[in-house]
C-alpha cells in the first residue's frame, strides 16, 4: 500500500489549499482515513479523519471549521481543503488509512502513511 500526499506550498495567512492523498494498493472503501501534521519542533498531532463511505468526519478543535476532509473511493483520494490558513498551520502534513473503518484520532490506529507534504503560511 502506497500514499502520495500533494497539494502543499507556501502561502500566506488567510489563503486557502486543497491537498490531495491518492492511495495504491488498495480499495480505500471500508477504511478510514487521516490526516495528521507536525510542525517544527513538535510531535506529530491529529487535524481529521473521515468514515469507510465519507459520511463521518471529525476534526481537531484548531481546525474544526476551516478545514474540510472528503474522499473520492472511485479515484482511491482523500483530500483536506483548508480555508483561512494561519501561521501556525504551518507543518508537514501526513495522510494515512486506518483499520478501522471510521478511522481515529490516534496515529497508533493506522497503518500506512504517506511521506508527507509540506505546508508553509507565512503572516
Known amino acids: 500500500v502506497q500514499l502520495q500526499a500533494s497539494g502543499g506550498g507556501l502561502v500566506q495567512a488567510g489563503d486557502s489549499l486543497r491537498l490531495s492523498c491518492a492511495v495504491s494498493g488498495r480499495t480505500l472503501s471500508g477504511y478510514g482515513m487521516g490526516w495528521f501534521r507536525q510542525a517544527p519542533g513538535k510531535e506529530r498531532e491529529f487535524v481529521g479523519r473521515?468514515?469507510?463511505?465519507?459520511?463521518?468526519?471529525s476534526y481537531a478543535d484548531s481546525v474544526k471549521g476551516r478545514f474540510t476532509i472528503s474522499r473520492d473511493n472511485a479515484k482511491n483520494t482523500v483530500y483536506l481543503q483548508m480555508n483561512s490558513l494561519k501561521p501556525e498551520d504551518t507543518a508537514v502534513y501526513y495522510c494515512?488509512?486506518?483499520?478501522?473503518?471510521?478511522?481515529?484520532?490516534?496515529?497508533?490506529?493506522?497503518?500506512?502513511w504517506g511521506q508527507g507534504t509540506l505546508v508553509t503560511v507565512s503572516s
Open positions: 473521515i468514515g469507510g463511505s465519507g459520511g463521518s468526519t
Open positions: 494515512a488509512v486506518s483499520f478501522f473503518l471510521y478511522g481515529s484520532s490516534s496515529a497508533r490506529d493506522y497503518d500506512y
